[in-house]
């Protein structure tokens, strides 16, 4: 299915399951082989009520990619969903904390303490009000901006974690930002979405690599294209 159908689908009747959060999705029974070089983390809160949230762009992201680029299915483990795959010859551990986004740093961090993996090597994608709509720009370490799911997260890991930080844009008043960031995209959004997350997946082999300047100059002309 393609980012735009799939966003699509948010925008009919009200979905029972949402996409990349299927409700029988198995217990993840064991890991066999596979051992992660990376972890990457999409922030977002769990159900659809919350599924077309702005402040959900992080679990958007996750799952283009896992499309993209072929992951096994969604599986439950480390209070998440969490899916297994390979972009280039890197091993990626896709994770979605389950727990909302305020409690999230407690999955990050029994992920990263089952497969023994440094704070260097975790990845999270969030939203981000300081960034203008629908931009995306790559930062290792720095505050939280009152963002809880990174307050969360730097509190269980440190904050030497890697951020893709997904601009949402901020409302000019901060008594609106909750209704900002807790509102869902509009339908004339759509295709814009459609294309930010299109073109995060397809270059997310350069953030794989550790080239973050050449992953966030790729994404900039894909938009620029688009």
Wanted: hydrophobic share 40%; no cysteine.
């Amino acid at each position: 299915m393609s980012v735009l159908r799939w966003l699509g689908s948010f925008f009919g009747a009200k979905p029972v399951e949402v996409p990349g959060q299927p409700l029988d999705a198995p217990e993840a029974a064991g890991w066999g082989d596979f051992e992660p070089v990376q972890i990457w983390v999409g922030l977002g809160n769990p159900g659809a009520q919350y599924a077309m949230h702005r402040h959900n762009v992080g679990f958007m992201a996750v799952d283009a990619i896992a499309a993209t680029h072929g992951f096994e299915p969604p599986r439950k483990a480390f209070k998440g969903w969490t899916q297994q795959g390979r972009i280039g010859g890197a091993r990626i551990l896709l994770l979605k904390p389950a727990t909302f986004m305020n409690d999230s740093g407690g999955s990050v961090r029994a992920a990263m303490d089952f497969f023994k993996k440094e704070v260097g090597d975790v990845t999270v994608f969030h939203d981000e009000l300081d960034l203008a709509p629908f931009k995306v720009k790559v930062k290792v370490g720095g505050g939280t901006a009152g963002h809880n799911g990174l307050r969360s997260t730097e509190a269980h890991i440190g904050n030497a974690f890697r951020r893709v930080r997904i601009g949402i844009g901020h409302p000019g008043h901060k008594d609106r930002v909750t209704g900002h960031v807790l509102g869902n995209y509009a339908k004339a959004e759509t295709d814009r979405l459609a294309d930010l997350l299109g073109a995060v997946a397809a270059e997310a082999r350069w953030l794989a690599e550790g080239d973050d300047a050449r992953f966030m100059n790729e994404v900039a002309l894909r938009l620029q294209e688009d």
